[in-house]
């Protein structure tokens, strides 16, 4: 009968401890990175808790923000949310690690919502704006609906470096939309114009009197006073002349801006 040796059985389970959890170690170390700009104090930070990336698509994410921090923070994250809940936790989630000052970049993957979300912050949005950002993430989505994460987070940071550059970026759902909406301006011009073409002109008031009176016959024609009343109506004290006046307030729409206490940013999204 072979003899049990416990040296070799507690080696073997040491060899398949390390080859089961030591990679995972390594890898949870390696999805949150950073890169601070020497020059501006601007951060480039990547935070993957969904494990999107592996090590070295991090490295690669991280390498292509480091030129936007020339002009504010650059965030990458990846959560697993709620629909509907991306939006705020983006904006939270950079004022936390910010402030409601500083400007700066952060673009987000919704695992829960599948949503790819881009939000230009406190200066940096008058250049990325709504519809910048929406363009932007348009032409990424069909990236992460593949799964590839990595190459959808750095086109997405190129593109943000082409607008602040003032290059212009594809933006063919925007074309497509404003084709659509002039074709429907035009199909309803077309139908007014031929409205007005084929009706008929409407009878002036005079002509409509005349038809009136043109076959009516009016006889004894007597007037009989039958009471006159008079009624008194004093003015009020407080009035002016009768007269009233009205203010009316305004109201101001910002597409694609979104205002916060003591911050503000433009955002834009797109489901995959």
């Known amino acids: 009968m072979r003899r049990f040796d416990i040296k070799r059985a507690f080696g073997l389970l040491i060899a398949v401890f390390l080859i089961v959890l030591l ?60 629909a509907g809940a991306a939006e705020r936790y983006a904006e939270n989630y950079y004022q936390d690690r910010y402030g ?31 519809s910048k950002a929406n363009s932007i993430v348009d032409n990424v989505y069909t990236y992460a609906g593949d799964g590839d994460y990595a190459k959808c987070a750095i086109s997405v940071y190129e593109q943000c470096d082409d607008v602040l550059a003032g290059l212009r970026i594809a933006e063919p759902f925007k074309y497509i939309s ?43 024609r007597n007037a009989n006073l039958i009471n006159v009343s008079k009624r008194y109506s004093p003015q009020s004290s407080g009035s002016s002349g009768g007269g009233s006046s009205h203010s009316s ?10 205002h916060s206490s003591g911050g503000h940013h433009s955002s834009g999204s797109h489901h995959f």
């Open 178 to 220: 404003n084709i659509f909406i002039a074709i429907i301006v035009a199909f309803l011009l077309g139908f007014m114009i031929l409205g007005i073409m084929t009706s008929t002109p409407a009878a002036s008031n005079k002509e409509i009197i005349k038809g009136l009176f043109s076959q009516l016959g009016i006889s004894n």
């Open 100 to 130: 409601t000052e500083a400007p700066g970049l952060i673009f987000l993957i919704d695992m829960g919502d599948r949503l790819l979300l881009l939000q230009a912050h406190n200066g940096l949005d008058s250049k990325i704006t709504g």
């Open 23 to 82: 990679p995972v170690q390594v890898f949870a170390g390696d999805n949150v990175k950073s890169y601070t700009n020497s020059d501006t104090g601007y951060e480039a930070y990547v935070d993957d808790p969904e494990f999107l990336l592996t090590a070295s698509e991090v490295d690669r994410v991280l390498s292509s923000m480091k030129d936007l921090t020339d002009e504010g923070n650059v965030v990458f994250v990846t959560v697993n949310l709620k």
């Open 249 to 258: 307030g305004g109201s101001y729409h910002s597409s694609g801006g979104h």
